[in-house]
Each structure stands twice: as structure tokens, then as C-alpha cells.
């Protein structure tokens, strides 16, 4: 069992940054490939970035070059994974959504609702 919580989000402004954040706790963070997912109205969630236990990190070219994630594995009882956004558009208003997978479960995080304002 893994448990997510996401933190940050808002509202932005076209061209502006903001990072946003999920801790993740429960046993055996190692093995979870963590991640985020986005979904808007009337669309099913897309992945757009994910990050293994090893660091290794993957993007969907909608966002490769523009979206940063990270992940701190140095506190034994939580991971954080981070998503550090750049360079925002309107077509990335959504509501982000932390996943983590590993053992063939997924867990899904609460969400997180960015706005970016043209």
C-alpha cells in the first residue's frame, strides 16, 4: 500500500513556473515507479512524466523540454516526487494527478488543479 499527497498548484500566468509536489509513504518506495498524470474536462488521464526508483525518467513529448521530475529518496519513510513546470501554456490547465505503480497496483494521489491564465 502506497499513500500519495499532493501539494502546490493554482492559478498562473501563461509563461510562468510553479512546482508542485506529492509525498509518498508506505513500504518498499524503492520498487514504485512514481509519476504524474494530468486530466482535463472530459478526457481521460494522460501520463506525462514518470520517474523510477533509479531515476530514471520519462516524459510525453507534450511536455519534454518544459516539465522537470524529480524525486528525494533520502528520507527512508517518504519519497517525494516533484514535477517543476516551465515555461506554462493554457493547454496545461488540468487537474494533476501523483501515481505511483509498482508490484502491478496503481495508487493514485487526491489531485492538484493548476490554471495557467492566457
Known amino acids: 500500500q502506497v499513500q500519495l499527497k499532493e501539494s502546490g498548484g493554482g492559478l498562473v500566468r501563461t509563461g510562468e513556473s510553479v512546482t508542485i509536489s506529492c509525498a509518498a509513504s508506505?513500504?518498499?518506495?524503492?520498487?514504485?515507479?512514481l509519476g504524474w498524470y494530468r486530466q482535463t474536462p472530459g478526457n481521460g488521464r494522460e501520463s506525462i512524466a514518470t520517474i523510477t526508483g533509479g531515476g530514471v525518467t520519462n516524459y510525453a513529448d507534450s511536455v519534454k523540454g518544459r516539465f522537470t521530475i524529480s524525486r528525494d529518496n533520502t528520507n527512508d519513510a517518504v519519497d517525494t516526487v516533484y514535477l517543476q513546470m516551465n515555461s506554462l501554456k493554457p493547454e496545461d490547465t488540468a487537474v494533476y494527478y501523483c501515481?505511483?505503480?509498482?508490484?502491478?497496483?496503481?495508487?493514485w494521489g487526491q489531485g492538484t488543479r493548476i490554471t495557467v491564465s492566457s
Open positions: 501515481h505511483a505503480f509498482g508490484l502491478g497496483v496503481n495508487f
Open positions: 508506505g513500504r518498499l518506495l524503492p520498487i514504485y515507479t
